[in-house]
């Protein structure tokens, strides 16, 4: 293993495992840190945590134990992945998960790099842009969770942490790698922790992996990944494989299970159905009152190539079902059931299931007691096709709003 990427969040972990591969690293997700175990054989393996809006303790606590699990495992270098929009508050969590990765590597300086320019997420004199806006102009000011009233980067950061925090300008970045590695040991020479760094374009983000691939720890969304690639292959680490992206080939039947509600998500159920492609509905009413409606969906499934079985429903359908079954309820239900049906229908013998819903994905995940997946072609940006290591079973994880209307027959024909 070269690298060991600590990620606050699960899709947030599924982006920079696809940036990897896409760069020739052979990579392999781990959904939470395993209990036991020895790190999978790969060039990159991701941990998956959910600690963006924990605790600022829990997430300290929960990213060194990630951090400690890969560095026995052969890390040499150890990547913090947060949110292209830096999504933190004053408490944290980027700056103490951030301070205490730096005393764990033994790192004296380490970048802040949250720019992802095909994205539209650019960062200029330590101000971050969403598109042509300002962080704090954009959608993200309104965050329930993590709302980004200020876009300066370095003041948002230096809230966070005790060590100092500095701008890498523009005008050094654009001057290239050996510009920006002599700047970042000025700065570690004078006490500086943490170097934000502009950056307005990929090609510069090439600049900055070159210039930081010898720190022990680097930090930023899953832009500064795709340069990573080619600078461990300079220094003779890692011999990119084209074939990075190649899953052991599957034989059986697909399956998609949707229980995302999103406009994206209708869209491509109705999609499918309108094609006259093979679904089943799961109907909450029918789940409430107790039938047996996952078994009688495995029936229905079985001998068919592709199906698609879905709870899905329009904003007034679901709003229906809320009032007459709980808000909570009527939630876990669905998600018990669709969770039930994964389970029967990998044990009849399915091989490709797509899954629509970042709750209903995690329900899934847990059904079938999945912990590390690996990371083969992207099937639209987001959202790879995956492999459950050890098991000739490929798994798509969608969040809600990711996808085209075809979505899932774009997947299923990858
Ligand atoms: P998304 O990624 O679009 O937010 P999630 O899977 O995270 O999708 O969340 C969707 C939630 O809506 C799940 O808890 C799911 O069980 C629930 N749900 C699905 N279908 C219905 C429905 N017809 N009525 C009420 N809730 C539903």
């Not at 074939?243 to 869209?267: F, H, I, K, R, Y």
């Not at 969906?297 to 079954?325: F, H, K, M, N």
Request: glycine fraction near 10%.
């Amino acid at each position: 293993m070269i690298l060991g990427v600590v990620a606050d969040d699960f899709t947030g972990a599924t982006d920079i495992a696809s940036m990897l591969v896409a760069a020739g690293l052979r990579t392999v997700l781990s959904i939470g840190i395993p209990a036991t175990g020895e790190a999978p054989a790969a060039d990159a393996v991701v941990v998956a945590l959910k600690s963006r809006t924990a605790p600022a303790d829990t997430a300290v606590q929960e990213s060194v134990a990630a951090w400690r699990w890969l560095r026995a495992g052969g890390a040499r270098q150890c990547y913090f992945k947060y949110c292209s929009t830096f999504d933190s508050t004053p408490a944290g969590n980027i700056g103490p998960v951030a301070d205490a990765l730096l005393t764990e590597t033994g790192a004296r300086l380490t970048v802040a790099c949250p720019a992802l320019p095909v994205n539209g997420r650019t960062v200029y004199q330590g101000y971050l842009f969403v598109g042509n806006r300002l962080l704090s102009e954009s959608g993200m000011r309104d965050h329930p969770l993590t709302p980004m009233t200020d876009a300066n980067i370095v003041r948002v950061l230096q809230a966070q942490t005790q060590g100092r925090v500095a701008c890498v300008s523009h005008d050094v970045v654009s001057a290239g790698a050996t510009a920006i590695a002599a700047r970042l040991h000025a700065l570690e020479s004078e006490g500086v922790r943490f170097a934000v760094c502009d950056t307005i374009s990929t090609a510069e983000l090439a600049e900055l992996a070159e210039a930081s691939a010898d720190l022990a720890l680097v930090t930023g969304g899953s832009g500064l990944a795709s340069g990573l690639g080619a600078a461990y292959a300079r220094r003779g680490w890692l011999r990119p494989d084209p074939a990075a992206a190649c899953l052991d080939a599957v034989d059986g039947p697909a399956a998609v299970l949707s229980g995302s509600c999103s406009l994206a998500t209708n869209a491509q159920v109705r999609h499918w159905l309108e094609a006259g492609k093979p679904a089943f509905h799961i109907d909450p009413v029918a789940l409430a009152a107790g039938e047996p409606v996952a078994a009688g969906a495995l029936e229905w499934a079985r001998g068919q190539a592709a199906v698609l079985i879905y709870a899905t429903a329009s904003p007034d359908a679901v709003r229906a079902t809320q009032l007459a079954l709980g808000h909570n309820r009527a939630g876990e239900l669905i998600e018990a059931c669709l969770a039930d049906v994964a389970r029967g229908l990998v044990a009849d013998g399915v091989r490709r299931l797509v899954v629509a819903g970042g709750e209903t994905s995690g329900a899934v995940v847990r059904a079938l007691e999945i912990s590390q997946l690996r990371i083969g072609p992207v099937i639209t940006p987001g959202v790879p096709w995956t492999q459950v290591e050890g098991r000739p079973l490929h798994l798509a994880l969608k969040s809600g709003n990711f996808g085209g209307t075809d979505f899932f027959s774009e997947a299923l024909d990858e």
